[in-house]
């Protein structure tokens, strides 16, 4: 079946730092794939998707890019807010999401 | 633009009990979709519903069953609890369409189930 790879954490970072986050997905197929964000106490919020090979996603100064060779997903900010600290989750799929097991990022001031 | 509503938000039940959740989705949404969410497993899915038909199930034991209505409003029932179950429940929904998945799904804010 359909799995997703996803660096665990958690991922501690000072404020105005670099930020990726690998994801890699394997399945049937190509996907389409998304960056789910979870902050403390609420449901999740998409934060990003690519639905073809070389798309790129992009929100909230977050990119990810859908690369075929490599079927990786990988989030990036270029400067990370203290307000970005919650649990960031990769998935994709179709008719029902196959997630990673989630990153904690944690961004002190 | 109402989002997707789950209720109820808590709920605490013995084991060997049954339960049902209750999740409303954005209006012109077909698809339902729920998902478990544990500190150990993270998040796996559960079963998809579009049109009132199960269209995809994740690996989980028959306790776990689900329907979806003419309005694609959507429940989800656990018999016979075991503490195990334990876990935060989420609904999204998801707009109709051949890749129902390339318009992302919107999740509600999840159901917290605690089995005593």
């Known amino acids: 079946g359909d799995s997703v790879t996803q660096m665990e954490g958690p991922v501690t970072l000072s404020e105005e730092a670099f930020l990726t986050i690998n994801c890699t997905y394997t399945a049937t197929g190509y996907p389409s794939l998304f960056w789910y964000v979870q902050y403390p106490g609420e449901g999740l919020q998409l934060l990003l998707k690519?639905?073809?090979?070389?798309d790129k996603g992009s929100n909230k100064g977050f990119e990810a890019t859908y690369r075929k060779e490599t079927t990786s997903f990988h989030l990036e900010k270029g400067s990370v807010q203290v307000s970005d600290s919650a649990v960031y989750f990769c998935g994709g799929g179709a008719d029902g999401l196959t997630f990673g097991k989630g990153t904690h990022l944690i961004i002190q001031p | 633009k109402a989002g997707v509503t789950q209720t109820p938000r808590y709920l605490i039940k013995t084991r060997g009990q049954q339960v049902t959740l209750s999740c409303s989705p954005i209006s012109g949404h077909r698809s339902v979709s729920w998902y478990q969410q544990t500190p150990g497993q993270g998040l796996q899915f559960l079963f998809e519903y579009f049109s009132e038909t199960q269209r995809n199930k994740g690996n989980f034991p028959g306790r776990f069953s689900g329907r979806q209505f003419s309005n694609s409003r959507s429940e989800m029932n656990v018999s016979t609890l075991e503490l195990g179950d334990s876990a935060l429940y989420l609904c999204a929904s998801s707009l109709s369409g051949a890749s129902v998945s390339n318009y992302g799904y919107t999740f509600g804010s999840g159901t917290r189930l605690t089995v005593v």
């Open positions: 690519a639905t073809k090979a070389d």
